[in-house]
């Protein structure tokens, strides 16, 4: 037998199968108990929302022989006939295909005969915006004046193009999107029915890829499962069929464009790009993971309006620190922008570089999108400077002497420390080979390091000086000091433990650290100061 489609095998055939519609299902089933049915309904809502599915299920419970408490009985041979698509009773027309003038006449001279067998001919026009204006206009008559024994269903995604003049004279149904919650519901009892195990987080990632749509999530679904040869479907499984990257490699992608590191950015896309991922699909789960971040730090209730794993909700409230709202709405007009060009591109590689360069460079354009963005960074850094002050001030050490009067401010010297042979040896190796070992980490510890400096501190521990306090917190929370350790004990057989501090306001020079046997040659009178 030939293999059927998930989404076809799974379609409901009841309402008692119907998920995410129950007003429309509970005032259809009140309509049908009471026997006041109408002659005309306006299905309104986006894809796969069940407006076919629900036209059908309609159709065959006005028809059905034994019907009970609002349903089709399912068993009755009008239901079988229908179910099966034998029945002449139910007609499904295709407005896009069939929107002429002509084809609303032949409906025209059907109705005038009553239906051979059972109660209703049902007529079930999709996507009945397509039909033209004339057939409109033919169709209006029948819908003003329809036979008794005639039902006419008209489903459609874009209402405001339906005329005033039908709208005035169906019974409009809005079909809204499925929750999440009853798309995995759904999901788990079709796998339950076809012997399918997969993980919850899976089943979420697809209910959400799925927006809104459940036809569609029970695609993603099929085209998931395709490949598994009885294997569990894991997340991974889902986003290597779909095409589609985890949220770990745009949480990095963000990141780069936050440090203007564009390097890092375009190593990224290009790790997508190898992997086979769907470029403009890329595109589209970064704009779903912008908005969830503005969300985050928006919404009084955030909570309630995302849909995540435990590992992501900590992962955007850390990024939630790194940026500011109004930066975050830039870049979801920039790449929602972008994701329109894409489309239709032959190249989107190059569109989404251009992109990520304009993001991490907003000062190479002039656009009032790249001004609001560098106005953030600039305030961004500013708050910095705040928070840094007293960590700075502290590491700026005695004041200087005032200037003479009169005279010029002499600029400070250099800070001159001793250190014990050991530490010395430690920081020797470390600026003798500094971007050698930068370079070998990854892309975003070398980044984080490019404007560090090593300097002697107590404790037998080197410390690192960075610029700022917000590249030392990502130093920190991405584990760069550590790695730098890993990779000292690896390449040179030395345990080498760091600390990090920030440059002081006024701090210019590295710190000028002597060793102690070398300080012993000198034949005069030395002062030192302990750091």
């Not at 190898?274 to 209730?301: C, K, S």
């Not at 030392?472 to 929370?477: G, I, L, S, Y």
């Not at 760069?480 to 040179?492: F, G, H, P, T, W």
Request: hydrophobic fraction near 40%; glycine fraction near 6%; proline fraction near 4%.
């Amino acid at each position: 037998m030939a293999y059927v489609a998930l989404y076809r095998k799974w379609r409901p055939s009841s309402f008692d199968e119907v998920k995410g519609q129950e007003a429309v299902v509970t005032t259809l089933k009140n309509q049908i108990r009471s026997g006041r049915i109408g002659h005309a309904y306006l299905f309104c809502g986006s894809r796969g929302t069940g407006k076919t599915s629900v036209a059908k299920i309609l159709a065959k419970t006005v028809n059905c022989e034994n019907p009970a408490d609002g349903c089709a009985c399912g068993k009755c041979a009008s239901c079988r006939s229908i179910e099966d698509g034998s029945s002449t009773n139910v007609i499904e027309i295709d407005a896009a295909s069939n929107n002429g003038v002509d084809n609303v006449r032949e409906i025209r001279e059907e109705v005038a005969y009553r239906p051979a067998e059972g109660k209703y001919r049902v007529y079930i026009i999709d996507e009945v915006h397509m039909l033209s204006a004339g057939a409109f206009n033919a169709l209006l008559k029948t819908l003003e004046e329809p036979p008794e024994y005639v039902i006419f269903i008209l489903a459609t995604t874009e209402p405001h193009r339906i005329p005033a003049t039908i709208l005035s004279r169906c019974q409009r149904y809005d079909f809204h999107r499925i929750t999440p919650d009853d798309m995995v519901k759904r999901l788990k009892e079709l796998m339950a029915g076809e012997g399918i195990e997969a993980e919850d987080k899976a089943l979420k990632y697809i209910a959400r890829k799925a927006d809104g749509a459940m036809r569609d999530a029970i695609s993603l679904f099929d085209q998931s499962v395709s490949a598994l040869n009885d294997r569990k479907l894991s997340y991974e499984d889902a986003l290597k069929a779909l095409g589609t990257v985890d949220s770990e490699i745009l949480s990095r992608y963000l990141q780069a464009i936050l440090l203007d590191d564009t390097t890092g950015a375009l190593a990224v896309i290009e790790q997508v790009r190898a992997e086979g991922r769907e470029l403009g699909q890329f595109v589209q789960d970064f704009i779903w993971y912008l908005r969830n971040l503005l969300l985050l730090m928006t919404a009084d209730a955030p909570a309630d309006l995302l849909e995540m794993s435990e590992e992501d909700w900590m992962r955007l409230s850390s990024e939630s620190k790194m940026t500011k709202p109004e930066e975050l709405m830039v870049f979801i007009r920039l790449f929602s922008s972008l994701y329109n060009d894409m489309r239709g591109a032959a190249d989107k590689r190059v569109l989404l570089e251009v992109a990520t360069i304009r993001a991490t460079r907003p000062s190479a354009e002039k656009t009032d999108e790249a001004l609001m963005a560098r106005l953030t960074r600039l305030e961004r850094k500013l708050e910095q400077l705040e928070k840094e002050g007293p960590v700075r001030k502290a590491a700026e050490g005695p004041s200087a002497p005032p200037a003479a009067a009169g005279g010029e401010e002499k600029k400070a010297a250099p800070a001159a420390v001793s250190v014990s042979p050991a530490q010395w040896e430690d920081l020797k190796l470390i600026r003798d080979n500094w971007d050698g070992l930068r370079r070998s980490l990854d892309h975003q510890a070398a980044q984080l390091l490019k404007n560090a400096r090593a300097e002697p501190k107590d404790g037998g521990v080197l410390g690192l000086v960075f610029p700022d306090n917000f590249t030392a917190n990502m130093a920190r929370r991405f584990g760069v000091l550590e790695q730098l350790s890993r990779k000292i004990a690896e390449q040179y057989r030395r345990t080498i433990r760091f600390d990090v501090r920030t440059k002081g306001l006024k701090e210019s020079e590295p710190v000028f650290a002597v060793s102690e046997e070398d300080l012993s040659q000198f034949h005069m009178k030395i002062e030192t100061e302990d750091e």
